[in-house]
């Protein structure tokens, strides 16, 4: 992916004076609610066939599906999870458009409207479960704080936006705009959101900088005539060429290269960041899947170079170095290697790990760390060794 840095900034004829958010993937990991959910809908109408995840635009259904729950659930009939059909996501259409697919798809007797009506509760009381994405609420309130107008641009319902945002403190207040694709004439792909943002804020589309993590957002972004930032999820790299640079999260996005004020917070060359919890079987360095709630949970977007605690079996607290990179070669398309930075040796024995992350050093750089020169890794356990004995990196076990 592209980094920020290789985005050479903006002219001043193009200065940017108002950002632009997509909510779902990009601001709000709404991606963790269970694929078990739109189960019950299927089922409850007998088609048990093949069924495999559904992408919502709304992302009802979750791009990294609790596997174990699904799995059991399908076995009660006799079915396993078609992997093959699970990657086709639909990404980017509106609430009516993916109901339609799906109706279809699986010959549900239901018209849109009436899975809609059924599903939608399901969804709702999950709504609260959902995070902000890593880097969200820093962005956010650092936009803020210097007088940066912004907006909230979703091809969700407009009610469903609120009610996403209403759990988040001080999300809504935020947003000078804020728009569903109920309220235009058209979702994205097409501009009419992006369009019709910027109008209601009165600045001009050249202006503006759209933070997209779809296709979709992206293409409707360059119909505005707008800068676009994709952060995507592995689903949607064919973001690459549309967008004027691609980050693997926003933790890389740097505002002094769009025309806006930098951040202030790093210390020390780290950065705190909101706590990062995972969970899975330490094996001679590396943090594996075991449960549902194991670290391939985490959204695509958490990549790169971070620092924190780690609880074994023992009652001890070990200061670690955690690099978190893509591999596509892994069903779970991510490799965490944890080092311990505070003991002689790494163990070697299988253990259960508790992870807190505390703290972010740098972006992912495609390469793996443990293919770097010794010097270089002992300087990154250096820099976290010493930042953990802050109390901005504290323990929160």
Not at 63 to 87: I, Q, S
Request: glycine share 6%; aromatic share 8%.
């Amino acid at each position: 992916m592209s980094c920020c840095c290789e985005f050479k900034g903006c002219n001043e004829e193009a200065k940017i004076l108002a950002v632009i958010f997509d909510l779902d993937g990009t601001l709000l990991d709404t991606g963790i609610i269970p694929l078990s959910l739109l189960s019950v809908v299927i089922f409850n109408h007998g088609v048990a066939e093949n069924f495999v995840s559904f992408g919502f635009s709304l992302n009802w259904c979750t791009e990294r599906a609790t596997r174990g729950v699904l799995n059991d659930f399908l076995a009660k009939y006799g079915k396993e999870v078609d992997r093959e059909k699970e990657e086709k996501k639909r990404v980017g259409m509106t609430q009516k458009e993916s109901a339609a697919v799906i109706v279809k798809d699986y010959e549900l007797p239901l018209t849109p409207d009436q899975f809609i009506k059924e599903i939608n509760p399901l969804y709702r009381e999950r709504w609260a479960k959902a995070k902000a994405m890593p880097g969200a609420n820093r962005l956010i309130k650092h936009l803020l704080k210097n007088g940066v107008a912004m907006a909230l641009a979703s091809n969700s319902l407009r009610e469903y936006i609120e009610a996403k945002i209403s759990h988040h403190k001080g999300w809504k207040e935020s947003f000078s705009v804020i728009l569903g694709s109920d309220q235009v004439k058209s979702g994205k792909p097409a501009p009419d959101l992006f369009e019709e943002a910027a109008k209601k804020m009165g600045v001009h589309a050249v202006n503006c900088l759209v933070i997209e993590d779809s296709l979709v957002g992206v293409k409707a972004a360059n119909a505005a005539k707008m800068k676009v930032v994709a952060v995507p999820s592995r689903r949607e790299s064919d973001c690459h060429g549309l967008a004027n640079v691609v980050l693997h999260s926003l933790l890389e996005f740097q505002p002094e290269l769009w025309g806006l004020p930098p951040f202030d917070d790093w210390v020390d060359n780290t950065l705190p960041i909101e706590p990062i919890h995972l969970s899975g079987l330490y094996v001679t360095g590396s943090l594996l899947e075991t449960t549902e709630n194991a670290a391939f949970a985490l959204p695509d977007q958490v990549i790169g170079l971070y620092f924190g605690w780690a609880k074994m079996d023992t009652d001890r607290n070990y200061k670690i170095l955690v690099s978190i990179n893509l591999d596509f070669s892994s069903i779970a398309y991510k490799k965490i290697h944890v080092w311990l930075i505070d003991t002689k040796s790494d163990h070697k024995s299988e253990q259960q790990m508790q992870i807190h992350l505390v703290g972010y050093i740098r972006a992912w750089d495609n390469k793996e760390l443990t293919s770097m020169e010794l010097e270089k890794l002992e300087e990154y356990k250096s820099i976290a060794r010493a930042s953990l004995d802050l109390s901005s990196f504290a323990c929160s076990f």
